[in-house]
Nanobody, 114 residues
Framework: QVQLVESGGGLVQPGGSLRLSCAAS????????MGWYRQAPGKQRGMVAI???????NYADSVKGRFTISRDNAKNTVYLQMNSLKPEDTAVYYC????????WGQGTQVTVSS
């Protein structure tokens, strides 16, 4: 049973930073690409960033240059460093291995507001 536990969300002012973490278990972590996705109220869930098992990364245009995805295979953990946050980044953030369609965590709320 795959388990994904996100943490690190919170309330931050525009221009601020947050670092999200996602601890994975029940999977051979270093063999899977991992992604961060987000869902704002009234909107569909969308991809934010993906990192392959080899470390290659891809980002949504809206976060390029501001967010950085990374992974620590020794800790079975994927991170999302979010800088220069904007109100439109407000959403619930989820980690997800794209090749395991049913595997989602509970999400962590990020609110960017003054």
């Amino acid at each position: 049973q795959v388990q994904l536990v996100e943490s690190g969300g919170g309330l931050v002012q525009p221009g601020g930073s947050l670092r999200l973490s996602c601890a994975a278990s029940g999977m051979i972590f270093n063999t899977y690409a991992m992604g961060w996705y987000r869902q704002a109220p009234g909107k569909q869930r969308g991809m934010v960033a993906i990192i392959t098992n080899g470390g290659s990364t891809n980002y949504a245009d809206s976060v390029k240059g501001r967010f950085t995805i990374s992974r620590d295979n020794a800790k079975n953990t994927v991170y999302l460093q979010m800088n220069s946050l904007k109100p439109e980044d407000t959403a619930v953030y989820y980690c997800h291995p794209p090749l395991l369609p049913q595997s989602w965590g509970q999400g962590t709320q990020v609110t960017v507001s003054s």
